[in-house]
């Protein structure tokens, strides 16, 4: 059996307990072509390199701060251009990504004030019934 670690490489299970990634999901990052197709060893086992772990770091950094799969692979696509070139792409990838996520904070915010008032009302004891599920029921207002 060849050894792996002499070369730097692993195998998909190394890789996961390395990088905290679930193997199912390393696979299927590289159906949808986040992650290339790595090489295989002569028995047809998938073997992982550097390339491939720098990558995989990539897409769960970018993962644990919101971008979709498509912003990622667009991402992924512009880092292995011209960094001159692509750098203002990236700036608008992530400009797009920043107004998402203070569209969301905003709602959050909302949210927040409105339960908090739900929450108040049920300490208070100042409605019949429960005002939380009451609030849960209504229909949200169109904005």
Not at 1 to 30: C, D, F, H, P, W
Not at 34 to 58: K, N, Q
């Amino acid at each position: 059996m060849q050894s792996t670690k002499s070369s730097g490489s692993s195998a998909i299970g190394e890789l996961s307990r390395r990088s905290g990634v679930n193997i199912e999901t390393i696979r299927y990052y590289e159906r949808v072509g986040l992650l290339p197709a790595p090489p295989r060893s002569g028995g047809g086992r998938r073997i992982y390199g550097p390339p491939e772990s720098r990558a995989l770091s990539f897409i769960r950094r970018a993962r644990e701060l919101g971008f979709t799969l498509d912003e990622i692979r667009t991402l992924l696509a512009l880092s292995a251009e011209d960094r001159r070139r692509s750098c203002a792409a990236v700036r608008d990838v992530a400009a797009r990504h920043l107004d998402d996520i203070r569209a969301k904070i905003s709602d959050l915010r909302a949210m927040e004030r409105v339960l908090a008032k739900t929450v108040a009302r049920c300490d208070a004891g100042e409605a019949a019934g429960c005002p939380v599920i009451e609030t849960l029921s209504r229909e949200r207002p169109a904005i």
